[in-house]
């Protein structure tokens, strides 16, 4: 089992920044890989950036160039950088993980909501 825990999200102006944790607890597991994805109201949720143990990123092309997903590896932890926000960006964040076991796993959520 293992345990998601987010924290960083919040209200900012747009034009403002962010920074999301994640942090992944638990025993017996190894991460294949961890994303963010988020969900405005009204939507379905949606990735929008994830990093794969060895590192490899990818972004959704609504958040390419404004936002940065990063991991340390010793703590376990994903962060989402996130530059440049827009009204948009508006929405709960998700974190989730994969581990080696190709089990998945979500974190509650943290709200980030962005004024225009």
């Known amino acids: 089992q293992v345990h998601l825990v987010e924290s960083g999200g919040g209200l900012v102006q747009a034009g403002g920044s962010l920074r999301l944790s994640c942090s992944a607890s638990?025993?017996?597991?190894?991460?294949?890989?961890m994303g963010w994805y988020r969900q405005a109201p009204g939507k379905q949720r949606e990735l929008i950036a994830s990093?794969?143990?060895?590192?490899?990123?990818d972004y959704a092309d609504s958040v390419k160039g404004r936002f940065t997903i990063s991991k340390d590896n010793a703590k376990n932890t994903v962060y989402l950088q996130m530059n440049s926000l827009k009204p948009e960006d508006t929405a709960v964040y998700y974190c989730?993980?994969?581990?080696?076991?190709?089990?998945?796993?979500w974190g509650q959520g943290t709200q980030v909501t962005v004024s225009s």
């Open positions: 990093i794969a143990s060895i590192g490899i990123t």
């Open positions: 989730n993980c994969q581990t080696t076991m190709l089990r998945v796993y």
């Open positions: 638990g025993s017996g597991f190894a991460i294949n890989a």
